[in-house]
């Protein structure tokens, strides 16, 4: 099995990243043999949508100018990562009700017509399929539920961009609760305890 560890968190001692490596040590141990392949978007981010890449997105790739398929670069490198995975483990540190710029950026390089979808008739059709995602989710407070709950457009955000794609099997495990003293201690602990594989 080969997975693919995204991390987007600049903080090396992130709870996102934690929970992340605790997943992959999970899906290992049940996996022996399995292969990681792991994208630090904090350390080597995915440049912002720019001119030059959009002009490319909608050029034949026959037609592109070399300066055209270097702007394409980052997005095929992505592409061919997540096609290359029979599990995506992601980590989604919940920045400001919402995932970190980083994040974003990569899952824009992912969004490309006629590659990672296509629309038919029936209406858009994810190409890619048959693939795993856990999402290692880590936020201060608590969103899974209570008042707060509405203020979570991390895990619908993913499950929907991510699913319009065809990654529709998702698992999203919560750390949550780490700025909370009563939860802080337990936080790590009851979400590594809640990881299924």
Same mark, same amino acid.
């Given at each position: ?5 995204? !991390? ?18 999970? %899906? ?14 904090? #350390? ?34 992505? !592409? ?22 980083? *994040? ?5 390089? *992912? ?49 929907? #961009? =991510?699913?319009? %794609?065809?990654? #529709? ?13 009563? =939860? ?7 979400? !590594? ?5």
């Amino acid at each position: 099995m080969h997975i693919l560890h995204v !991390i987007s968190s600049p903080r090396s001692s992130s709870f996102s990243i934690q929970l992340g490596h605790q997943i992959v040590e999970k %899906l290992l141990a049940a996996h022996p043999g399995s292969t990681v392949r792991e994208r630090n978007l904090a #350390t080597h981010p995915m440049p912002h949508l720019e001119e030059a890449y959009l002009q490319s997105m909608y050029t034949p790739a026959e037609a592109r100018t070399p300066a055209q398929q270097a702007a394409l670069r980052h997005s095929d490198e992505a !592409i061919q990562e997540l096609l290359e995975a029979d599990v995506l483990v992601l980590g989604a540190p919940f920045y400001n009700f919402g995932i970190p710029a980083t *994040l974003k950026s990569w899952i824009d390089h *992912l969004c490309r017509s006629g590659i990672t979808f296509s629309y038919t008739a029936a209406g858009p059709k994810g190409l890619i399929t048959g693939k795993k995602v856990y999402v290692a989710l880590s936020s201060g407070g608590v969103y899974s539920e209570g008042p707060m709950a509405v203020y979570d457009f991390v895990a619908p955000y993913l499950r929907a #961009t =991510l699913g319009f %794609l065809g990654l #529709t099997d998702m698992e999203v495990v919560r750390v949550e609760g780490t700025a909370v003293p009563e =939860l802080a201690a337990t936080a790590l602990p009851k979400a !590594i305890a809640s990881i299924e594989v």
